[in-house]
C-alpha cells in the first residue's frame, strides 16, 4: 500500500474544511481533532482515515447536517440520527453528557438510526480531558458471535470503549466483547492464517482453527464471545440490551440478514469524577493503580506489562513528536478530490 508523509497541521486542516462542508465550523474542528487523534494511536494496519472518508461521504450525500432529533414520547436521553454517520453529531452528543455529568454527576445518552459508528474511542477520549470517566457501546454489526453453549450467530462483536483520567495519560480501551474483532477474522482469513484457541466455530459448533471455517457468507460468521466462555456471552448480552431495547435499536434475531447500520443502537455514559471525590485524589490514586500494575511481576514469557492504551499512547506521543503521520495516497488524493469538489 502506498503512504504519503503528511504534517499533522495539514491532516488537520484538510479534515476540518472537508467536514465544514456538513457542519459548522467549530464542530468540523473537533471532528477533525478527534480523528486525528484516533488515526495517530491505531497500528498502520487500521484504516481510521478511509473509514472517516466512507462517513464524510455519506454525510454529504444527505446534505448539510439536520438538527439532532430527539426520539419521540418526550424522552430526551435517546437521539434518533437520521441515519447520518455518528461521527457528525458526536461533539454535540459528548457535550450533552459533560454538562449533564456536570450538574448531575452523571450523563447519558443513546443513539439510534445511524449510518453506522466505526471508532468507539473517538467518544471517550475528549471525556477524559474534562474530568470524566467515559463509556461507549454499540450493537452494531452483522451476526458474527454466538452465545455460550450455541453455534447459531445471534450477536455483532457488540463493542465496548471507556477512559479513566489519570495523573498521567488516560486509561483508554477500545475492543469488541468477541474473543476476536470481525475484522481480524476477515485478515486472518485473507491471509490464510490461522485463528487462535477459543476463537470461532464451525458449522458443526466445534472449535476450530479455520477462519474459512468460521465466516458464513460475506458478512456473519461463528465468533465466540470473549474469553470463549459464559462471563464474555453475559458481557455480549448486556451490551445487546443497553444497545438495543434500551434506546430502541435491534437485538438478536431482529435486525436484517443484510447488515444495516440504522437498525442498530449505542449508548454513551460520562460519570463526572469531581461530584464523587476530589478530581486531584481521584487521578493520583487511579495513576499510581497504573503503575503499580505495570511495574508488577510479569508471567512466564511476557517482558513488560501493559495497561489498555499504552501502546496507543506510546504511537500517539511519537507522531506528535514529530509532526507528521503517513496516510494512504488513495485515501489522500479521494479527500483532495472532495475538497476540489466543494
Not at 131 to 146: E, H, L, S, T
Not at 228 to 253: D, F, N
Request: charged fraction near 20%.
Amino acid at each position: 500500500m502506498k503512504t504519503t508523509r503528511l504534517t499533522l497541521a495539514d491532516l488537520n486542516a484538510m479534515l476540518t474544511d472537508a467536514w465544514r462542508l456538513v457542519v459548522t465550523e467549530d464542530v468540523a474542528l473537533r471532528i477533525a481533532r478527534v480523528i486525528t487523534r484516533v488515526h495517530l494511536r491505531r497500528s498502520p494496519g487500521v484504516h481510521v482515515l478511509a473509514e472517516n472518508l466512507q462517513d464524510l461521504k455519506c454525510a454529504i450525500s444527505f446534505g448539510a447536517a439536520r438538527p439532532i432529533v430527539i426520539a419521540s414520547d418526550s424522552r430526551d436521553l435517546i437521539y434518533d440520527l437520521q441515519g447520518m454517520p455518528g461521527i457528525v453529531y458526536l461533539p454535540t452528543i459528548n457535550d450533552f453528557v459533560r454538562e449533564s455529568a456536570m450538574e448531575h454527576g452523571i450523563g447519558v445518552a443513546g443513539i439510534n438510526n445511524t449510518g453506522g459508528v466505526r471508532t468507539l474511542d473517538s467518544w471517550i477520549l475528549e471525556l477524559a480531558d474534562v474530568d470524566c470517566i467515559g463509556v461507549f457501546m454499540w450493537n452494531g454489526g452483522p451476526y458474527v458471535a454466538v452465545p455460550f453453549g450455541g453455534r447459531e450467530p445471534f450477536f455483532g462483536t457488540n463493542p465496548l470503549a471507556f477512559s479513566i483520567p489519570t495523573d498521567g495519560a488516560p486509561i483508554v480501551a477500545d475492543m469488541a466483547t468477541s474473543e476476536i474483532a470481525f475484522s481480524a477474522l476477515r485478515i486472518a482469513l485473507a491471509n490464510h492464517m490461522p485463528l487462535g484457541v477459543n476463537q470461532g466455530l464451525d458449522q458443526r459448533g466445534k472449535l476450530t482453527f479455520n477462519a474459512a471455517e468460521v465466516i458464513v457468507g460475506s458478512e456473519s460468521a461463528r465468533l465466540l464471545p470473549m474469553g470463549g466462555g459464559a462471563k464474555g456471552s453475559a458481557l455480549m448480552l448486556l451490551i445487546e440490551v443497553l444497545t438495543g431495547a434500551l434506546v430502541g435499536g435491534c437485538m438478536g434475531r431482529e435486525a436484517s440478514d443484510e447488515f444495516r447500520p440504522e437498525e442498530f443502537g449505542g449508548l454513551l455514559l460520562a460519570l463526572h469524577v469531581p461530584s464523587f471525590v476530589p478530581i486531584a485524589d481521584f487521578r493520583q490514586r487511579v495513576g499510581t493503580l497504573a503503575r503499580s500494575i505495570r511495574r508488577s511481576l510479569p508471567a512466564d514469557g511476557i517482558k513488560e506489562i501493559r495497561l489498555p492504551g499504552d501502546v496507543a499512547d506510546a504511537r500517539e506521543r511519537e507522531a506528535l513528536a514529530l509532526g507528521v503521520t503517513e496516510i494512504d495516497h488513495d485515501v489522500l488524493i479521494e479527500l483532495r478530490e472532495v475538497l476540489s469538489s466543494k
